[in-house]
């Protein structure tokens, strides 16, 4: 089985720190491993052919898709999940621990 490796968007907004803080703690967790799109862009290392050889997770913030987009860019096509359609409502759902462990468990089940 692949290794599973989270690239959240991780932008500015309460939707992309959350992608940020989910990842975190399923790397935590031994879940999964996670991955930055910056590096990502910019070929730094070995973080496209890590993306192309594991099982890559886009996690977006919302529907404009920068993680998936960035990971497609690179000729990997992830699985991809947008925390809006998982019930985030950008610039009003709290960055918090219940809505971590909430959103860690669907996308668990999801996976």
């Known amino acids: ?9 991780a932008c500015g907004s309460n939707a992309g720190m959350l992608t940020y803080e989910i990842s975190k703690k ?8 996670m991955e930055s ?9 070995a973080t496209v052919n890590n ?4 099982e890559s997770i886009a996690l977006d913030g919302c529907k404009i898709c920068c993680a998936k987009k ?13 925390l809006t359609d998982l019930g985030v409502i950008k610039g009003k759902t709290p960055v918090s621990q219940e809505v971590l462990e909430d959103l860690i468990k669907r996308i668990k089940e999801n996976l």
């Open 1 to 9: 089985m692949k290794q599973k490796l989270f690239f959240p968007c």
């Open 26 to 33: 399923l790397k935590e967790s031994g879940f999964s491993d």
């Open 37 to 45: 799109v910056a590096k990502l862009s910019v070929e730094i290392g």
């Open 51 to 54: 993306a192309k050889i594991s």
């Open 70 to 82: 960035a990971l497609e860019s690179k000729g990997v096509n992830p699985k991809s999940i947008v």
